[in-house]
């Protein structure tokens, strides 16, 4: 697990940022295997970006059996909870959708995980109690607000969710803001911190002044400096990554 400092040092930067320099370490497919395909909305975009790791719940409160199947399920999910290590962005799989019955969260259920070390969710489905939410600096990404919150109560977790069409399992590092969320594979971790500070540093000092610095020239001579840009750009990258994508 990336160190407390690591994590404040990645919460600096927005997501697409982070996710630039996801995409030079990372052995999957970025334009397949990384962010929310689906739309998501930012509740609380003041906050800025959260980091932490995955923890999962999958609900369905349109369902009254789960409180019979097991009454002891909120006790066995907030252990769960509690047991594993911080910080946590609850990961919510609603099986009602496409249907938004009730909510899982509002004000009593977000103070009492952020009590247990939990920053956020990124759930798909409802929140509610959307100002006691951000009150208790738990942020959320949610498909839409709702009014009641029905029969909601844990089905299962610490297992995959799919959540907004991406897959997440517990442990997985999330970075998420108003764009969306980047999952983060437990061994793509460890050089996240650095690969987004590279090729942060490596736009600034490229293509962005190559951009700016344009105003007021010919046509002719901003298409020159601007490819001139991208290729210090692309080679820069080139010659910080190995071939075969680790860092």
């Not at 927005?14 to 929310?36: H, K, L, M, S, V």
């Not at 070390?117 to 006691?132: F, L, N, P, Q, S």
């Not at 764009?179 to 061994?187: K, M, Q, S, T």
């Amino acid at each position: 697990m990336l160190s407390h400092a690591d994590l404040l040092q990645l919460k600096r930067w927005n997501t697409p940022t982070i996710y630039n320099g996801w995409e030079q370490i990372t052995r999957r497919d970025p334009a397949a295997d990384a962010f929310n395909p689906e739309e998501t909305r930012d509740y609380m975009p003041q906050m800025g970006p959260m980091v932490g790791y995955a923890v999962t719940v999958v609900i369905e409160p349109s369902n009254r059996a789960h409180r019979e199947a097991n009454p002891d399920a909120w006790n066995e999910y907030r252990r769960y909870i509690a047991d594993q290590p911080g910080p946590k962005i609850v990961c919510v799989q609603d099986l009602d959708k496409p249907c938004v019955i009730g909510s899982f969260w509002g004000e009593v259920n977000s103070n009492a995980h952020r009590a247990r070390g939990c920053v956020g969710t990124i759930v798909d489905g409802a929140i509610r109690d959307v100002d006691e939410m951000t009150n208790a600096g738990f942020k959320a990404l949610a498909r839409r607000l709702c009014v009641g919150h029905a029969h909601v109560h844990p089905v299962r977790w610490g297992c995959e969710v799919e959540v907004f069409g991406r897959r997440i399992s517990p442990g997985d590092l999330i970075h998420a803001d108003k764009h969306g969320f980047l999952v983060i594979a437990p061994d793509e971790q460890e050089s996240l911190l650095e690969a987004a500070r590279f090729m942060d540093a490596n736009e600034c000092e490229t293509v962005i002044p190559a951009a700016r610095g344009a105003s007021g020239l010919a046509y002719e001579e901003i298409l020159e400096r601007l490819a001139a840009a991208g290729k210090q750009f692309g080679e820069s990258a080139r010659a910080r990554f190995h071939r075969d994508g680790e860092w």
